[in-house]
């Protein structure tokens, strides 16, 4: 845990998006949402594909954040730019 908080804390998106999902899940940590939401926004900010889906998928859902569908929308075009391969189709769905 401590070498991926290193990484996390050096700016490295993947290691950011890593450690938020273990405080999300309480997987080998003690959970805690707000600071998971956190390390999945610095990941997301930093073009972290499946970062921009999580919080495209929590702002869609309502999971961890208030639902808010044009943040949602948002979230969805930055992981289909940064290449998260179902993004588009959820787009395309969130049009209905």
Not at 21 to 44: D, K
Not at 60 to 72: F, M, N, S
């Amino acid at each position: 845990m401590d070498q991926g908080v290193g990484a996390s804390g050096q700016g490295e998106a993947h290691a950011q998006h890593s450690l938020g999902e273990m405080l999300l899940s309480g997987r080998g940590v003690e959970p805690n949402i707000a600071e998971g939401i956190e390390w999945i926004e610095r990941a997301a900010s930093q073009g972290h594909a499946s970062a921009c889906a999580d919080l495209g998928r929590f702002y869609d859902t309502g999971k961890y954040l208030e639902k808010d569908p044009d943040r949602a929308r948002y979230w969805w075009q930055q992981a289909a730019r940064h290449g998260y391969p179902q993004a588009r189709a959820i787009i395309e769905a969130l049009g209905r």
